[in-house]
């Protein structure tokens, strides 16, 4: 799991907690059910059973693999329309080649995040390149959908390329934890993810037997999700592993730790951190339109059938299939 790594004795430390801080305890622990999307790549599906209210501002969120593909295996999606929020691609292995109607796209490889706003609506692909179809090789990442609140649902589409060098790099007190934050601020220290929606979102890698306490903005809500491996979250030790997600109460703070031993394939404990500002209006989803009403969930259909979301680039992708 490379991502982006770096020798956390030399980036800057996450500051120790200021007497009064309240570390924020474990409100639910829940497994994410496998399954599987696009044109059939496995994913788990990490809010499942989790209510939307805990999970504001957030709409959906997929692991996307860990699977080492065979030649001629990955798969992706084909063309497809968005509307009314945003879809955040994090690669931490492998890559995947995105393309849109309004001039967004690029290759995601290793710790890239490629950041679309849906906004009044797009059409996009998200398929493995070529070169990976043919050769197989592993593949790992994850798809956060990131709500847009009622007044930027018609906002401009946008596209965001954040290259995994560009991510902010923190280590905890110790230096047994490395910090990438890709959105948002962990205390002090931004990512350079621009959001609508206030939120923050960062990866930890915590070394066996190592502790990460970092600061959490008060007002947003807390989750934490395992990418891989095993240890505790919270102030009272509460056990999570691989394919779970914990979400936690009010507080200051947010602390994870790594059990000493982690199985031979899994090194450290990964995890992803995220929360928002909840947004509190109504949602209905239908398929890939997030909406505050029934009636505009149609009237994005309408559009959609009308062609309103754009029109393929000349030089569209379509899904490679080996040969």
Known sequence: ???????????????????????????????GPRGY????????????????????????????????????????????????????????DGRFAHQDSHGGGGLITDGATQWMTAGSGILHIETPPAELVESGGLFHGVQLWVNLPRKDKFASPRYQ????????????????????????????????????TPIALAHATVQPGARLNLPWNRQFNALVYVLSGRGTVG??????????????????????AADATQDGNRPALEVLLLGGQPIR???????????????????????????????????????????
């Open 161 to 196: 390329s954040i290259e995994g060098t560009a991510v902010e790099l923190l280590a905890s007190e110790d230096g047994g934890a490395l910090v990438r934050v890709i959105a948002g601020s962990v205390g002090e220290h931004a990512g350079p993810g621009q959001t609508h």
């Open 37 to 92: 999307e696009g044109e059939g790549f496995p994913v788990i599906r990490a809010f499942a059973g989790v209510s939307a209210a805990e999970l504001d501002p957030f709409v959906h969120m997929d692991q996307m693999g860990e699977i080492e593909y065979q030649p001629g295996e990955p798969r992706g999606t084909d063309w497809h329309p968005h509307r009314g929020f945003e879809t955040v691609t994090y690669m931490i």
């Open 281 to 323: 209006e109504p949602v209905v989803q239908y398929g890939p339109f997030v909406m505050n009403s029934k009636s505009e969930v149609l009237q994005a259909l309408e559009d959609f059938n009308a062609g309103r979301f754009g029109s393929l680039p000349p030089n569209a992708l379509t899904p490679h299939r080996a040969h």
């Open 235 to 256: 102030p009272a030790g509460q056990p999570i592993q691989h394919g779970q997600l914990a979400v936690l109460g009010r507080g200051d703070r947010i602390s994870v």
């Open 1 to 31: 799991m490379p991502a982006i790594t770096a020798d956390t004795l030399t980036l800057p430390r996450i500051a120790a907690a200021a007497p009064g801080d309240v570390e924020r305890a474990v409100r639910s622990v829940t497994t």
